[in-house]
């Protein structure tokens, strides 16, 4: 028999398990493996070097519904990939190995990014692994890798043929650092503080109009003025024109409701394309087109005294040119918001370019429906999508000009310019380098141009549920798993990978793509400020994990219910630490106190039948058991202390049990904890050690009762806590119950089910005061200097004739608990405790 170690060392115990359940294939996922399938599109991280506390946070809780399902005799599809194509991909390798991508000759810069990520991906997928996830990791995908390419670009044809992907030049939104489009997801605001300039544009009668604009930089790309139709102000102005100062050539005033009178002058210019609203004038006013800027954002000849300047040198000398001819009025400093590319945080531009869209603006009341057709947890996120949906202005624009992305399956005819696409058993292909099959079919030329732009990575992780399921399913079986069962996340990619799943389920299937969706919150720090290098309070997942293991920071994880943000608190780390140590402790006492089998485990497993029919294990009879059994034949042999915890016991079953249906997992562990910590450790524990120890004494009945209930609390517990702290229940598992016969894992058992004859109210309300008489017993003797153990001569319990009936009965245990030589017991309408 091994030796039993004194004290909890998750840093010890979590690798060995890591090994363990990766060597018994625990978590592996079989379609056919028996039980209801209960399917997660597991969120893939974005491949960014190391796993952040925020991953930490969102994943356990995720982990937690899996790991509670699996129990309950649920087949778990968890599957586990990561997104690695894309412009975070290009961000992170450029950085890693100090290049630029367009210095670089495109199939080098790809080369490098396969081979930098071959080399990260492992030991990045490893922290998932290390802070419990029970993923199915022996098969992973990538979405860069050929699966997910041919699968990007098949419902790419797919989306093609339902026209419901199209090509268009039109202004977009553009990132002038990555140098390629972007959607309006990927856009974050800014605020900013700058200058509302006050600039005098000359009128044909020689008088001044004021225009504000923040931006003087793009007064040569001026193609028109507004002003608000009811503005008193420039009612007579309308329809006459005014001329562009420093460039001279002369625009049109014209009205439109969108313009706010009360800011600045009230008459603003309309620019190729300063920002939303201009390309909503340059649509509906058919206005042309000037401009000024070019996509690395430098100054074109539409403004040639200015070429060659970056946006911001060029709105620095334009003003002082502005100021040298007198024609700058005023200089107003405000702060505005701004739109900057969430990536690389540039101040975007809207640019004119060619550029394939999905289309959503047409679809968006009926994705509005989808959404509502999805349950949501919290129920209010749902709002956040619909919000999105309602404010979006752009189609979804999945080109980009980059490397390294999943290239489109299309080439154009040299000579007309038709689409030309790839034939689906070619896929995945990459139209720089292969050659499309046949000529164009419009006007039979063979001569085509390949598409250079890649897809956003968005276009192909929109798909994870297809991802996922192509490593295990055929494709017609596949389809058949739509909905998923659940989609996890954290709220700040509703607006990206959430919606965006929802746009290519309805589009490739006309389904919801999962019946549910759980959305978590952020970790902020310990004074609730978002975490950030500058500011310099990031904490790293690691340096937990190093500090405390994965069990301490899962239980902090678990302190937050869905979509609540956290704090960071060392604190109440500390205190998950603390929880596993006195698990361990508590274990340790009773695996001294309740009978063992020759190779050291608990014997009650035999027990655990009579109470609970839940649990999966059953061994042969066995010596020890013999000698419990003997004395509890029945559970009405049970004292009535041990009925009382049962019945608890019963209570938590349920409570955990319906919160972890309602995916409320903290409340789940809140329940948990306080039964342990309150109930079980300083409680029962105490008021049952003397009937353990009596081993002498004649009350054999006593303490088979105390043994048999001890049993099946700790192993209960030992289940409901399994989902939160799967290594500290792994090490007691294996180390106090698992025999021969049982279940390999404690992940493998069934979750505790409630046994209806043990469940009983009165027991717990019995309890209740139980513990009020522990609680005046122990307060008296603390008040008074004395020993928790110091005999008391007499207690006098005043309560009602009913609870007295009850209470009665426990007499030997209070007896015991407080070394009381006498209790007296007397009717009294007030319920009191009197100690002498
Ligand atoms: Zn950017
Ligand atoms: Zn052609």
Known sequence: MKE??????????????????????????????????????????????????????????????????????ENIFFP??????????????????????????????????????????????????????????????????DNCRRASQKFFLDLYKKRKVYRQEAPVVWCPHCQTAIAQAELEDKTEETFFNDIIFKLSNGKNLVISTTRPELLSSCVAIFVHP??????KLVGKKAQVPLFGNWVKILADKRVDKQKGSGAVMCCTFGDKTDVEWFKEYQLPLVMSLDKTGIMTEKAPKYKGLSAKAARAKIIEDLKEKKLLVSQKKITHTLNIHERCKTEVEILNSEQW?????????????????????????????????????????????????VPFPVWYCAKCGEVKLAEEKDLPVDPLSAKPKGKCQKCQSSKFIPEKDVMDTWATSSLTPQLALQMFYKEEESKKMIPLNLRPQAHDIISTWLFYTVVRSKYHFGKIPWKEVMISGHVLDEKGRKMSKSLGNVVTPQTILEKYGADALRFWAAGRSLGQNI?????????????????????????????????????????MTIVNKGNKCNTKKNAADESILANIKSLKDLYPTDRWILAELQDLIATATKNFEKYDYSSAKLAIEKFFWIKLADNYIEIVKNRLYNESSQNKKGQASAQFTLYSVLFTLLRLLAPFIPFATEEIYQTFFRTKKCAKSVHLCGWPRIDERLSNREEIETGKILLEIIAALRKFKAKKGLSMKAELEKVE?????????????????????????????SESKRFLVKIS
Request: charge should be positive.
């Open 4 to 73: 039993i170690s004194k004290h909890y060392n998750p840093l010890e115990v979590e690798p060995k398990c890591l090994d363990f359940w990766e060597k018994e294939g625990i978590y592996q996922f079989s379609p056919r493996a028996k039980g209801r399938i209960f399917s997660v599109d597991t969120p893939p991280p974005t491949v960014s070097g190391k796993m952040h506390i925020g991953h930490a946070y969102s994943y356990t809780h995720e982990d937690f519904i899996a790991r509670y399902r699996r129990m309950k005799g």
């Open 80 to 145: 586990f990939g990561t997104d690695d194509n894309g412009l975070p991909t290009e961000r992170l390798v450029e950085k890693l190995k100090n290049v630029r991508a367009n210095r670089m000759k495109r199939q080098d810069f790809i080369d490098l990014c396969n081979k930098t990520l071959k080399i990260i991906t492992p030991d990045f997928i490893a922290d998932w692994k290390k802070v419990g996830m029970s993923c199915d990791f022996s098969k992973t995908y990538s979405t860069i890798d």
């Open 230 to 235: 009811e503005d008193k102000r420039y009612k």
């Open 357 to 405: 869209y999905i289309r959503i603006l047409d679809q968006k009341k009926e994705l509005i429906e989808l959404g509502r057709r999805i349950k949501w947890h919290p129920e209010f996120m749902r709002a956040r999508y619909e919000n999105w949906i309602k404010n979006l202005h752009w189609d979804w624009c999945i080109s980009r000009q980059r490397f390294f992305g």
């Open 567 to 607: 704090n960071y608190s060392e604190e109440e780390i500390r205190a998950g630490k603390k929880f596993l140590t006195k698990l361990w402790n508590v274990m340790r006492f009773s695996s001294l106190n309740i009978p063992k089998s020759r190779n050291g485990k608990f014997t009650g497993l035999r027990l």
């Open 797 to 825: 319990i005043f309560c009602s004739r009913e609870v007295k009936k009850r209470i009665k009965e426990m007499e030997e245990d209070l007896r015991a608990v407080g070394n009381a030589k006498a209790i007296k017991f």
